[in-house]
């Protein structure tokens, strides 16, 4: 006499527990998805290399945020220009002008949640 | 030396990705083969041990009782330490898989002015492991979102609770700290207790710094070595659907994700071997997992020898005659 049954329920709802994404995706049929940003043809160079800015632009903003906050330094020089103000409003979404095809296509594929925007106003977009 | 032997494997173990990834360019035999062998060595290693302690066999209730048991209706059952009933059982599992009840009991001896022997409280270890195993449970759910796409609506309602104070950027996640805050804490415990430190062997502290391991460097990628996390869920959705992502996209993920990853791969292959098993073994206790029902049932042990019994009806069948003509008194005629 032995327990068997009942460890095989419990072993069951455990490996359905845990291959929670297999059948999740199975389910949305949505895990080729890679999202795609519109880049802004108005610009050919951001005010950092590509490569960096894909991992580091949060750091980027906060520093710039600081900078300005902090410490009354509104203007930087970089690789685009010797004034360059360091704004998020007027600067970033200068070029990367919708908010919804650059910067939340990528942020809601990792289900990432900036709050920038609690403050910040995005600019209204072309429909 | 059980010790250092621990500290090396754990550093070994940090440096071969390293080496792999950065000078021999093995992308994809971290970043697919291992991951792929890992968990199959896990989920096999798993059911077989579970399955391993199913066949043993549970002749008899050995429930741990240290309160009244169900007696008379006008006696005070106490159902949680003496549970009679299947529900009153599962509350007290629930209890013990929940919130570790039998380690809240955990008391100290000491010498008090006197002298006299004195058993206090001692909460530390219950805290520590508390705090352990449900920042680990949330950092693990928290990764499933690199595996599902999109991103399940619980996992961002996680980690909104987990990023609620807004401290830093990325915002510190409050199981980041905890994790590491109470994994460092267990281990100093281990060093620190000598009665703890007698007792403890190179199964007890690699778990722990295998896990501390990867704590570290799961952060040191989120705050510091930043890396491409768009690849790696590309990476991550790919395993989970068996058409895993190519070398283009995995030379891009940084030398210290394929650590992070690597540690954490060793410890699925380390974990149906290990301790870490309590995971399912902590649902099999069978102090904890059986009803005190012994009065109310009868719990007959199956490899019991079948007794040859002769019973005095079938004694009387046999002498009937022989009795009676004997003049002994017999049942029937």
Redesign the interface.
């Known amino acids: 006499?032995?327990?068997?049954p009942k460890?095989?329920i419990?072993?069951v709802i455990?490996?359905m527990l845990i291959g929670?994404?297999?059948w999740?995706?199975?389910a949305?049929d949505?895990?080729?998805?890679?999202?795609d940003m519109e880049l802004p043809d108005t610009a050919d160079q951001c005010v950092r290399d590509t490569e960096w800015m894909?991992?580091?632009h949060?750091?980027l903003l906060?520093d710039w945020r600081d900078l300005v906050v902090r410490d009354q330094q509104r203007f930087e020089a970089n690789q685009v220009s010797q004034q360059m103000e360091m704004s998020l409003s007027n600067t970033c979404m200068d070029c990367h002008d919708n908010k919804s095809t650059f910067c939340d296509r990528?942020h809601?594929?990792?289900?990432v949640?900036p709050?920038c925007w609690d403050c910040h106003l995005e600019p209204e977009e072309a429909i | 030396m059980k010790l250092v032997l621990s500290v090396l494997a754990i550093i070994v173990l940090a440096l071969v990705p390293w080496v792999g990834v950065s000078t021999m360019g093995l992308h994809t035999v971290f970043g697919v083969v291992l991951p792929y062998l890992a968990i199959a060595i896990f989920l096999v290693g798993f059911v077989w041990r579970i399955l391993d302690w199913a066949r043993s066999p549970v002749p008899f209730r050995i429930p741990t009782t240290c309160g009244q048991q169900k007696s008379h209706s006008w006696i005070k059952q106490d159902k949680v330490e003496n549970p009679h009933s299947f529900w009153s059982t599962v509350g007290r599992m629930l209890l013990e898989v929940l919130f570790f009840r039998s380690l809240f009991r955990n008391t100290k001896a000491g010498i008090k002015d006197g002298p006299r022997l004195v058993y206090d409280s001692s909460k530390w270890l219950w805290a520590l492991g508390m705090a352990f195993h449900y920042s680990f449970l949330v950092v693990f759910l928290r990764h499933f979102k690199y595996f599902a796409e999109p991103t399940p609506d619980w996992v961002l309602g996680l980690q909104w609770v987990d990023n609620f104070f807004q401290v830093g950027l990325p915002v510190i996640y409050l199981t980041d700290v905890l994790l590491i805050g109470a994994v460092s804490l267990l281990f100093i415990r281990r060093l620190w207790s000598p009665q703890v430190r007698y007792i403890s062997l190179a199964s007890d502290y690699f778990p722990l710094l295998l896990i501390l391991g990867v704590a570290v460097s799961g952060v040191w990628m989120r705050y510091f070595a930043k890396t491409d996390i768009l690849a790696v869920k590309q990476l991550g959705t790919g395993l989970i659907s068996f058409s895993p992502v190519g070398a283009d996209v995995l030379s891009g993920i940084g030398a210290v994700f394929f650590i992070h990853l690597f540690l954490v791969c060793c410890l699925f292959i380390y974990f149906p071997f290990s301790k870490l098993m309590h995971l399912g073994g902590v649902f099999l206790s069978p102090t904890r997992n059986l009803a005190n029902n012994s009065r109310m049932k009868r719990h007959i042990n199956p490899w019991n020898p079948e007794v040859k019994v002769h019973t005095y009806d079938e004694y009387e069948e046999e002498f009937r005659d022989v009795m009676k003509a004997a003049g002994l008194p017999v049942e029937k005629e």
């Open positions: 006499m032995n327990d068997m460890i095989i419990g072993l455990f490996l929670f994404p297999l999740y995706n199975v949305n949505k895990a080729g998805y890679v999202p894909r991992t580091n949060m750091d906060n990528c809601n594929y990792m289900g949640q709050y």
